[in-house]
Structures are given as C-alpha cells and as structure tokens.
C-alpha cells in the first residue's frame, strides 16, 4: 500500500503494509477461518463498549434533571449537539478510516471516549458537561468506519448482509445492556458512576481490540476474499489456477492509489453517487425514530405511565432485545430472499414499523400492556433497516469507498438529533408527548418512500466490477 509520509499527523495510524501473499491454499483457509471470526466478534463487542459510553447518559438523565436541575430542553441540546458531532465525525473518520489501520483506529477512540466519560462524571456545571459530551460525540465517531473498512475486506458481497446484520447484535446488545447497567448504577450508587464504570471497561477492551484486530486481508500476508472465497469453495486447488485478473490483483495487493487519485474515487462513488444521498437521507428518518424511543423512552415511561426507573430501562431495553431479533432476520432475509438487494426489506420492515408506531399512539393508555408491547415490537422493525443502510452504501460505493459512504449515512443518521434531540425535548415541554409520536409515524412513512424508490438501484453492488 501507498505509504504515507511519516511527517502526516496521522501516520501513526496509517494503514498496515501489506506482506507477501502466501500461496499455501491449507493456510489461507484456516488463516481466512481463523481471522474472520476473530474480527468479526471482537469488532462487534468492541463496538458494543462504545455505546457503554454513549448510551449510559439515557439511564442517568432522570437523575442529573432532579440532582442538577438542569431542565429537558438542556438535555436534548447535549444529545444534540452530541448527535451532530458524532454524525460528522463519522463523515470524517469515515473518510480517514479507509486509508487508515482499523485496529488503532477504533482502540484509540474507545480510549477517547473514556476520559470523556470520565470528565462528564466529574462535573456539575451545564457548560462543562456539554463540552465532555460534545467532544464524546466527536470521538464516538471513530468506532464504527474502521468496522466498516474490516467487514467490507474481510467478507464477501455475497454474505455481507449476514455478517453486517449479525455483527450489528453489538449495536442492540450494548444499548440494552448499559441501559439496565447504567439504571442500577445511578440508583445505586449515583448518576455519576453511570459514567466512570463504563470509562473503566472501555479502556479494558481498547486493549482486547489491539489485540484482536487486523487491518484488510493482505496486511496478515492473505488474498483478497474474492480470491479465498474461491478457494473455500474449491474451485482453484492453487493460486496458480487464477484468472490473469485475479493474478494481476494479488500482484498489486501491496499498492494503492495516490491521495489525489483516492480523492477523485471517493467524489466519484460517495459524493456524486445520487443513490448514497438517498439511503443517507432514508437513515435520516430511521435514526429519528431510533433516538426519539432510545433516549426519551426511560422518561417517558417513568413520567407518563407509572414505571420505576429500573421498569423503565428495561423496558427500553426490551426494545433493544427486539432489535437484535430484527437485524438478524433482516440480514438473512437479504441475502436469501431479495438475493442481496437491501432496499426491498427496508421497505418491509419500515411499513410494518409504521404500523406499530401508529397503534402505539392511537391506542388509548388503559391499554398501557398493549401499546408498550407495540413500542418494543416497533424495535424489531426499526433496527433491520439501521443496519442495511450501512450495507448499501457499502455496496454502491465499493469496499474501496465503504467506509466514507458508510460515514455519510452516519453524518445524516444523527444529523436527526436536531429532531429526536432538543427540538423533541422543547415540543414536549411545551406541547406533551403526542407530538413525539407523530413525528415518529411520519418518519417511518418518509423512510418507507425512500426505501421504494431504492428498489430501483442495484443496492445489492453485484454490477459494480470495481469491486
């Protein structure tokens, strides 16, 4: 790979170099065995810390409002301007992380975003705390294009909804996990350690990630996975069996392009491409509904229908449990019903989501049972289109230009934080919760529209042969 000037502020995180391709057909298939699951599950609980640090503010928000006195309206402008930096720290990260090495890359934002945490615990003035959490959002955003950069180099187009939708399970499991954690803390032993405990743990497993983490295929000294997947099939006994194309690739594994040409790939497949400017926009009203139910859910139903704190995390994290059930199922149904073509069971799931949502808000609250089993049912259909967005800017910008697009999709996802963050904690102040939902059923039809009109792209990337 083209290797940066040591001068670089950033050459220290720098994409790996790539090593001498083996030829030894045994060991690429148990290197590419051993090193898949490896970084797929090591990734995907990593990325579950990052929200213990992140999605822990949720849980204590209840207890900073009464401790401090600091009102609603201020606590949806930390999630805000949280959600705004973290969007367009993904943009840039994303941009960053494809010429980057993935594994130092995320173990140094996870590092980052503990002493955040650390200093938010800390503190007790409203500008202070809104610095740590603005500059948590900004170091947030160096979690998920590193993903993004792995699972694009290491899994083939073929699978790749599979592997994103179970490596998403990091997404739910930790949002459901540190709600209830967080819960217990802050009643506990105060709101405070909502925030150092999970510092702790994720600097634990900042380390786990250097450990475990690898960049792309050719930095362990292994082929593309185009080739390995042919060689898992047993198509080629031998690397010498392959195409002159695919002989041509392997010879220039240890290449890359030039700054100015990977800028000009990038405004070509991220920036000018209508149909990532799209899905980036359909992740826009997805995310809406997400924040709106994740962060203002335990105070919702704390306030409004009778719940303890710790009735309400779990609740919410009921929704969580139903949204790893969603990404799952709509990663199969992906690759094995719609063969590939994402945009077709977004549409699905956001149709259904919308009908949860509006039953959820029309039903009235002597069925508190039935409507809360509808929000929590609304997860399912909410978190399947979360996580397929990702996998089709991936697929219409190329695994070159993964993570960037991925990182648009993530700039536009918590763009909505205006909305689900200090506009929504303003209008329920001011109006009472039925705007909320209102503003989640028209955001699940607008998606809905959207997802229709990407099903007439090739979502699926199989036509792309820059690949």
């Known amino acids: 790979m083209a290797d940066q000037k040591s001068g670089s502020f950033w050459w220290w995180i720098k994409s790996a170099k790539a090593k001498p391709i083996t030829r030894d057909v045994g060991k690429i298939r ?9 970084i797929l599950i090591t990734s995907m609980m990593g990325y579950a810390v990052f929200y213990f640090v992140r999605k822990n503010i949720s849980a204590a928000m209840p207890g900073i409002e009464s401790d401090l006195g600091i009102s609603k309206t201020q606590l949806g402008l930390f999630l805000t301007m949280h959600g705004l930096l973290y969007g367009t720290s993904k943009l840039v990260n994303g941009y960053l992380a494809d010429r980057a090495n993935p594994r130092i890359f995320m173990a140094l934002g996870l590092i980052l975003c503990a002493i955040m945490n650390f200093g938010f615990g800390m503190s007790s003035a409203v500008w202070l705390m809104g610095l740590f959490w603005m500059v948590n959002g900004w170091t947030q955003g160096m979690g998920f294009p590193p993903c993004v950069k792995m699972l694009t180099h290491w899994f083939t187009l073929k699978e790749r909804a599979t592997k994103f939708s179970i490596w998403n399970i990091g997404h739910s499991l930790g949002a459901a996990i540190i709600v209830v954690f967080a819960a217990w803390l802050t009643t506990t032993y105060g709101w405070r350690y909502a925030f150092y405990v999970p510092g702790v743990i ?126 799952v199922a709509s990663g199969y149904i992906t690759d094995l019903i719609f063969k590939g073509h994402a945009s077709r069971t977004c549409l699905v799931y956001m149709v259904f989501c ?72 303003w209008m329920v102040e001011k109006y009472g919760w039925n705007i909320a ?19 007439f792209t090739d979502d699926s990337g199989q036509s792309l042969h820059s690949e």
């Open 354 to 425: 919308g009908v949860a949502l509006l039953l959820f808000w029309q039903l009235p609250s002597e069925m508190i049972g039935v409507k809360v089993g509808f929000l929590i049912a609304s997860g399912f259909f909410i978190y399947g289109p979360q996580c397929l967005v990702s996998v089709i800017a991936a697929n219409l910008a190329t695994k070159r230009a993964a993570s960037t697009a991925v990182g648009m999709t993530g700039f536009f996802a918590y763009l909505s934080t205006i909305i689900s963050g200090v506009f929504l904690g």
């Open 202 to 327: 994720a600097i634990g497993y900042a380390v786990l990630l250097l450990i475990g983490l690898r960049d792309v295929p050719e930095t362990v000294g292994l082929p593309p996975v185009d080739v390995y997947e042919k060689v898992r099939r047993g198509e080629i006994d031998s690397l010498d069996d392959v195409s002159e194309e695919e002989e041509e690739a392997l010879e220039k594994a240890d290449e890359d392009l030039s700054p100015k040409e990977h800028n000009a790939y990038i405004m070509k497949h991220v920036f000018k491409n209508p149909w990532v400017w799209m899905v980036s926009t359909a992740m826009f009203f997805v995310y809406i509904m997400r924040y709106a139910i994740l962060d203002w859910g335990p105070t919702f139903l704390k306030q409004n229908s009778g719940f303890d704190l710790s009735a309400a995390a779990g609740l919410t994290a009921l929704f969580e449990v139903m949204g790893i059930i969603g990404v």
């Open 437 to 455: 939902f209102a503003m989640m059923f028209i955001a699940a039809v607008a998606a809905a529209v959207l997802f229709l009109v990407g099903c």
């Open 30 to 38: 148990s290197q590419y065995f051993f090193w898949r699951n490896e």
